[in-house]
């Protein structure tokens, strides 16, 4: 058996993939049983973050094993095998093994460093145990993997390299402003009490906010993390729970709000973060575009959607923040890129205002393209709308810069799939900074020396592991070999007594310790040698010529084989010795 891991990461698969596929608890469950009904798989584990979902087997074949597993990865994401398998990552043996040290140590993590990957990796052991999936390589692995990580942070400075996912979230929103200087006094709303929200409120409260609210369905969960947080002694925040169908009216009071919650819908939608703004928007500055719709809150678009239907439509009804395009050379305010993220109604208002748009207001922008494709892309785009209900989102990641107009509510969302409507960054005053601008915004950050360190540990660490796999992977033929010397020295006593009944008992112990020694030393430079050479690369034959040598019989090395390793070594030598050979 090898150990083989499939997965996508925010390394290989676009974020719009990711939430797709994203697997609740349920589904990891269920994916964790299918792959061990399935016939390549031995054991199995999950690891299932916002920034990836890999699947972890012990298969007895390769090429079937990567099949069944891409198989089941995609029929419990929901995402098609043709449309996941160009963002899939495969790892064998080793390859598997650094890959999933690596990712314990936070190299692979989106914020490099950051130590929240190890709790993920220890729900997701304890999970495959739970539903007892987890077999002697899965649990040797990834409590491995949790040691390597912990070494990692304490034997290097790791941890400067990166930060945890929050913490540089909140340094985006504050935009180069210290985080403590920006967060002090603000009123901020958590939305859910996992730990990735814990860690939030945590974060935010010694950042100096006044105030924090944690809403979450179950609101026993929430009030006892408002509960914690009062308890600490190190800040002064205030810190109160509120049940989620009070999130409305504390959004309107909020500064600052951190949504991770494992919902499988949006929790926060445009429309809500924009009745809760329409009061304290900032209205647009001088220099900002002829008819800005930024600041209108968008329930109120269906009202002039009508309007423009009835050919009344012209810059002073367009749904698209022109400011922001004034100038862009090769953008065109009617192409894919203008109208993603918006839902049906909208999308039908801007199609009425590019029906009316005349021809030298186009010809007032530079590198303008051909009005043909972009009537041709907008058709395309209200037949998916009317299919799904939105246009996905597909804007770039936020460029951190300081915003066109003053923030008065700052939205980090840390879930996956998204918690926040990604169309919120259209409101006037609102920033929001999500997993797909994280990745973006961390993908040029400058690697610390810490970090070759870090490699280097978990290069020796898949060595050293490795080593003790094949090592491991001997030990039931070596069992077997003595306990089947052990049996036969004691059917050849037991013959001498029948032979020589007159031996008397000093006699016939001195023959058994005889008989025993001389058995003893003729196994014992064999046995150590050949754990010495399976440990080494290529050293997996040596188990298969020791069976073949000494006839062995499979089925008692494959029952050593099924015990727990540790267990059975111990039991099966004291039989050994119970039986006479040392």
């Known amino acids: 058996m090898s150990l083989l891991v499939v997965g996508l990461s925010h390394r290989t698969a676009p974020v719009s993939v990711l939430e797709r596929a994203a697997l609740s608890v349920d589904a990891q469950a269920k994916l964790l049983q299918d792959t061990l009904a399935a016939e390549p798989a031995a054991e199995a584990a999950v690891l299932a973050t916002c920034n990836r979902i890999e699947l972890y087997a012990d298969v007895d074949k390769f090429h079937a094993g990567v099949a069944e597993l891409s198989t089941l990865l995609a029929q419990h994401s929901g995402v098609g095998l043709e449309e996941l398998t160009p963002y899939l990552y495969v790892h064998y043996e080793d390859r598997a093994v650094h890959h999933l040290f690596s990712v314990a140590c ?22 495959a145990q739970e539903l007892h999936t987890a077999g002697r390589l899965t649990n040797d692995l990834f409590q491995q ?54 860690l ?4 935010l409260a010694r950042a100096g906010v006044a105030e924090v609210v944690i809403a979450n369905r179950t609101l026993e969960r929430a009030e006892r993390l408002a509960e914690i947080l009062d308890e600490q002694g190190d800040t002064a925040v205030t810190a109160r729970a509120v049940p989620v169908d009070a999130m409305a009216d504390e959004l309107t009071r909020a500064d600052v709000v951190v949504s ?66 004034q100038g862009a050379t090769g953008f065109s305010v009617m192409g894919e890129a203008a109208v993603a993220g918006m839902d049906a109604a909208t999308l039908e208002q ?88 994280l990745a973006e915004a961390s993908a040029d950050a400058p690697m610390a020396a810490d970090v070759d360190m870090v490699r280097g540990i978990v290069s020796a660490e898949v060595a050293a592991f490795g080593a003790a796999q094949r090592a491991a992977h001997i030990t039931p033929t070596v069992v077997a070999l003595r306990t089947m010397a052990a049996d036969v020295v004691a059917s050849e006593i037991a013959r001498l007594e029948g032979r020589l009944p007159g031996l008397d008992d ?5 023959i058994t310790q005889a008989v025993r020694r001389v058995v003893d030393k003729l196994l014992h ?18 188990a298969d010529a020791l069976r073949t040598l000494f006839d062995l019989d499979p089925e008692t090395v494959a029952s050593v084989s099924r015990a727990d390793l540790n267990d059975a070594d111990v039991t099966s030598v004291q039989n050994v010795k119970n039986r006479g050979l040392s």
């Open 525 to 542: 430079a064999p046995t150590v040698r050949v754990k010495q050479l399976a440990a080494e690369p290529g050293g997996a034959g040596y």
């Open 350 to 437: 801007h199609a009425a205002w590019v029906d009316n748009a005349t021809s030298d207001r186009r010809e007032s922008r530079t590198a303008v393209p051909d009005p043909v494709a972009d009537a041709e892309a907008i058709a395309a785009l209200a037949a998916a709308a009317a299919a799904t209900g939105r246009v996905p989102e597909r804007r770039g990641p936020a460029a951190v810069t300081a915003p066109a107009h003053p923030v008065v509510l700052s939205l980090l969302d840390l879930a996956m799939p998204r918690d926040i409507d990604a169309a919120v960054h259209r409101i006037a005053g609102v920033r929001l900074v999500d997993i797909e601008s």
């Open 106 to 127: 936070g190299l692979e993590s989106m914020v490099v460093g950051e130590g929240q990957i190890l709790g993920q990796i220890k729900d997701s052991l304890a999970r």
């Open 506 to 510: 000093k006699q016939r112990g001195e």
């Open 260 to 325: 991770c919650t494992g919902a499988t819908g949006l929790v926060l939608t445009a429309e809500a973060v924009a009745e809760a703004v329409s009061g304290r928007t900032a209205p647009a500055g001088p220099g900002v575009g002829h008819g800005t719709d930024a600041s209108w809150p968008l329930a109120d678009r269906a009202d002039r959607s009508a309007a423009a239907r009835r050919g009344g439509a012209g810059d002073d009804v367009c749904p698209v923040d022109l400011s922001a395009m």
């Open 145 to 198: 993997a949790l040691r390597v990580g912990k070494r990692a942070h304490s034997e290097t400075g790791i941890d400067r390299a990166g930060q945890s996912l929050v913490t540089f979230g909140l340094e985006q929103l504050a935009v180069g402003t210290p985080v403590g200087e920006w967060a002090r006094g603000k009123r901020a709303l958590v939305i859910g009490a996992g730990s990735m929200s814990s």
């Open 200 to 203: 939030a409120a945590a974060t």
